[in-house]
């Protein structure tokens, strides 16, 4: 055929998302899912104990919890709109918004742990979750801050390495979940028991595998190394929550 100026036009004129097709349907749509899991996990878990007391009226608690709450729904937000993007082939727009992105996390990371702190000594000493009196379970949240600061450090670490990245970001919010999972077993009446709290926050890292075993027949390191390192923490956490040495040790953080 002929190469002319009317065909050159043509050729121009062909829609651009038409030329994206081909690399949108190569593209999963696992991750924008399972942020989205992750939104409804924190709304169940959070329902009754937040949400509907503040949207009531009847919300009692201090207000830095509507500051540690509002940052943590940006994250989850954010966490449903990275992958979005890359599924839609804005990935420079990602990229961009993914320098707000690191700065959220820090200032997640010093929220959740104050939050923490500041929730057992308003706590009576008597309290108790899972058979934990309130200062021994301080360390399950700083446990997961800890677990949460350490993916996002990784996966800032593997910004030019995206099949790591991305599976590093899922398992750092994957880390934030255990305070909305623990409330939702509470809500539903289950009986307390450290063996369902533990298995309860594992269903993100669940899915996750399920996943790489689905689409690759095979477990990306990132989630062999990382889900180790959260099953480690997430199985001994509880023990050493029960020692002594962590008694005192929570005395000093909160004294």
């Not at 651009?16 to 081909?22: E, I, N, Q, S």
């Not at 979750?129 to 677990?147: C, E, N, R, W, Y």
């Not at 023990?239 to 000093?252: D, I, K, Q, Y």
Request: aromatic content about 10%; overall charge positive; glycine content about 6%.
């Amino acid at each position: 055929m002929e190469f002319t100026p009317a065909n050159a036009m043509a050729d121009q004129a062909v829609p651009l998302h038409d030329h994206l097709r081909p690399a949108l349907r190569k593209r999963s749509n696992f991750y924008v899912l399972v942020a989205i899991a992750c939104l409804l996990l924190v709304v169940a878990g959070f329902f009754m104990s937040y949400i509907l007391p503040v949207t009531t009226g009847t919300f009692a608690g201090r207000s830095i919890l509507h500051l540690h709450g509002g940052l943590y729904l940006c994250w989850l937000l954010l966490f449903i709109a990275q992958p979005l993007l890359v599924r839609l082939g804005y990935t420079k727009i990602h990229r961009k918004i993914g320098v707000a992105g690191f700065v959220l996390a820090a200032l997640m990371l010093v929220m959740g742990i104050a939050v923490a702190i500041e929730g057992v000594r308003l706590n009576s000493p008597t309290m108790s979750v899972v058979g934990l009196q309130a200062k021994s379970f301080l360390l399950i949240p700083l446990t997961d801050m800890l677990l949460f600061a350490s993916f996002i450090g990784l996966s800032l670490a593997n910004l030019k390495r995206p099949e790591w990245h991305k599976r590093l970001m899922v398992l750092a919010t994957a880390a934030l979940l255990p305070a909305a999972t623990g409330r939702l077993l509470f809500a539903l009446q289950l009986p307390e028991s450290i063996l369902l709290f533990t298995v309860s926050q594992e269903v993100i890292l669940i899915a996750a595998i399920a996943n790489d075993l689905f689409t690759r027949r095979k477990i990306h390191p990132a989630y062999l190394w990382g889900g180790a390192l959260m099953l480690i923490v997430h199985l001994t956490r509880f023990p050493l929550a029960g020692t002594s040495w962590w008694s005192s040790v929570a005395e000093w953080i909160v004294g």
